[in-house]
């Protein structure tokens, strides 16, 4: 036991200390502040990137000899390795059940793991690869997706209910249970959701739901068939690894269709753009105020630009220069928007303003989710799956739509900027 008088002679001992640092420093602050450095130091941390390649029956004929998912796959997790994105990347099979193959120290590694993906080690992974349920590997990768981790989903994404009257209520009950997962079990608040379509030469049995029998069937099928990569984790973090590794990354792909959707409500730098009309900005707020606006004397109409930065929302910019994907509070201003050369204050858009008069007040600009979902989805989607169809995957809308109502259900929108006309 430590005596009362030990420790008043420990706190004297401290205060003096203290007494000398500051004396010897002349009372001033130090300029580091220690929740800054604590801050630095969070932001440093790299996040774990979780690969799993889905290896139920269906997945034998893309691996079978050396094909363009071999090459795609090995370029991709090569690249994520050299670029630095992550300290650690973990590999797993996944079926009816999730098994660790490796933590990749090395290149080495990932070329040692390409070339013994052959249908012969998915089958010695072990896992029920019969009955694969792809929903369920679905929800069991959100449910295991870490705040500070990426998750990468690859797979046919092919739905094979196993038994039901009624495959299309099957699948739509999957595409709610999805969504569900992504409101209850999901750990990431700010998070995004990348899809690429990709194609690779496949050599072995196709899986379909029969409905004449009521069950599932196979066939071998030799010919090109679509796979998916799906990316899940913090926006910030999804964001730097589409930066670093983009989708040319994937080696022996001609065409790559892509999807993304992230939480709503995001921050974005913006600023009034200056001698973008006639106008004066505001000495209170120079970057979101406009005072004196008036018809420019050339044109005969109103004008003004907001310079903004978007390069967050990993949306590309078909979808971001695409006026009917905003929404305006008034029917008073018609916009359009450009892209912005290279700039130092780092804004990518402008947000260009017309009106024939002078309108007052805040002027609200809200970027909308994505709804409906992209054509090349829908093309994507085969409805009857008795037969292998080129580029398309049975059921695979009714996935994506899953995880996408799960981002859209608390909100509409990605983000919102407001520029007060005074």
């Not at 799960?406 to 006309?421: A, H, L, M, R, S």
Request: with cysteine; glycine share 6%.
């Amino acid at each position: 036991m430590i005596k009362k008088h030990k420790i008043k002679k420990v706190t004297v001992l401290l205060l003096i200390g203290m007494f000398v640092l500051v004396a010897c420093t002349g009372g001033r602050k130090e300029k580091t502040n220690p929740q800054t450095e604590i801050k630095e130091i969070v932001e440093q941390v790299k996040p774990t990137i979780n690969v799993y390649i889905e290896n139920s029956g269906s997945m034998d004929g893309y691996v079978k000899g050396v094909t363009e998912f071999e090459q795609a796959i090995y370029s991709y997790l090569s690249d994520i390795k050299i670029s630095g994105v992550s300290d650690r990347l973990n590999l797993f099979y996944i079926n009816s059940q999730t098994i660790p193959i490796d933590s990749i120290a090395d290149i080495d590694i990932i070329s040692d793991f390409i070339e013994k993906l052959e249908p012969a080690d998915f089958q010695r992974r072990g896992g029920n690869r019969g009955n694969t349920d792809i929903s369920d590997v679905i929800k069991r990768v959100l449910t295991d997706t870490k705040p500070n981790s990426i998750s990468i989903l690859i797979s046919d994404f092919v739905f094979s209910p196993s038994s039901t009257k009624n495959p299309e209520e099957y699948m739509l009950n999957q595409e709610i249970g999805i969504k569900n997962t992504m409101a209850t079990k999901f750990q990431i608040k700010n998070a995004a959701f990348v899809v690429y379509q990709l194609h690779s030469q496949f050599n072995g049995i196709f899986y379909y739901y029969d409905k004449n029998i009521g069950r599932e069937q196979g066939k071998h099928y030799n010919g090109s068939r679509p796979f998916y990569v799906w990316i899940l984790g913090d926006v910030k973090n999804v964001s730097e690894l589409c930066r670093q590794v983009p989708k040319t990354k994937f080696r022996g792909q001609n065409s790559i269709k892509e999807f993304s959707v992230m939480a709503g409500n995001k921050d974005v730098n913006y600023a009034v753009k200056p001698h973008s009309g006639n106008f004066d900005l505001s000495r209170q707020n120079t970057k979101t105020e406009i005072t004196n606006l008036a018809k420019d004397s050339r044109s005969g109409k109103v004008t003004f630009s907001v310079n903004i930065d978007l390069a967050n929302l990993l949306l590309d910019n078909s979808y971001l220069t695409n006026a009917a994907n905003y929404e305006l509070n008034t029917n008073d201003y018609q916009l359009n928007i450009k892209v912005c050369p290279p700039n130092e204050q780092g804004y990518t858009h402008t947000l260009n303003f017309t009106s024939g008069s002078v309108h007052k007040g805040v002027v609200s600009v809200k970027l909308k989710k994505q709804k409906p979902l992209p054509q090349w989805i829908e093309d994507a989607n085969d409805t009857d799956g008795s037969q292998p169809e080129l580029g398309k995957t049975y059921g695979v809308k009714f996935l994506i739509e899953g995880v996408f109502e799960g981002f859209t259900q608390k909100d509409k929108y990605y983000t919102e900027i407001q520029i007060n006309i005074k």
